[in-house]
């Protein structure tokens, strides 16, 4: 369904619309009270980015040169797999944030007490 529609409309106003409203989405999903909206806002956003990959796949072919297309697509999967690997990370330091400073100003507080 996502290539009907990319091979149907104009690729690039898919991808601008998709950008657009799964911006919103994650606007709304920060802004969301209940895990029941949370999840439902997840679960459309994941609907428009199947939308979307397709659709900037296609794209890329039309636009780049036969002879650059594995260069750009080798780009285009690193970039994807260091934004996933920030998104990790930053949930990882996010969670963690607590444990982390209250490790850190025991261990600082058990060496003062060792030198008094």
Same mark, same amino acid.
Do not use: C
């Given at each position: @369904?996502?290539? *009907?529609?990319?091979?149907?409309?104009?690729?690039?106003?898919? @991808?601008?619309?998709?950008?657009? +409203?799964?911006? $919103? +989405?994650?606007? $709304?999903?920060?802004?969301? #009270?209940?895990?029941?909206?949370?999840?439902? +806002?997840?679960?459309?956003?994941?609907?428009?980015?199947?939308? /979307? *990959?397709?659709? #900037?796949?296609?794209?890329?072919?039309?636009?780049?040169? %036969?002879?650059?297309? +594995?260069?750009?697509?080798? %780009?285009?999967?690193?970039?994807?797999?260091?934004?996933? /690997?920030?998104?990790?990370?930053?949930?990882?330091?996010?969670?963690?944030?607590?444990?982390?400073?209250? %490790?850190?100003?025991? /261990?600082?507080?058990?060496?003062?007490?060792?030198?008094?």
């Amino acid at each position: @369904m996502a290539g *009907a529609i990319a091979d149907r409309y104009s690729k690039r106003d898919v @991808m601008i619309i998709t950008d657009i +409203l799964s911006a $919103g +989405l994650t606007i $709304g999903l920060l802004l969301s #009270q209940s895990i029941l909206s949370a999840l439902t +806002l997840i679960f459309i956003r994941s609907a428009i980015y199947s939308l /979307n *990959a397709p659709t #900037q796949q296609a794209y890329v072919k039309e636009v780049v040169p %036969y002879t650059q297309l +594995l260069e750009v697509s080798s %780009y285009t999967t690193i970039s994807f797999s260091l934004a996933k /690997n920030s998104i990790i990370l930053t949930f990882f330091i996010l969670f963690f944030k607590e444990i982390i400073q209250s %490790y850190y100003i025991r /261990n600082h507080l058990f060496r003062i007490y060792t030198w008094l």
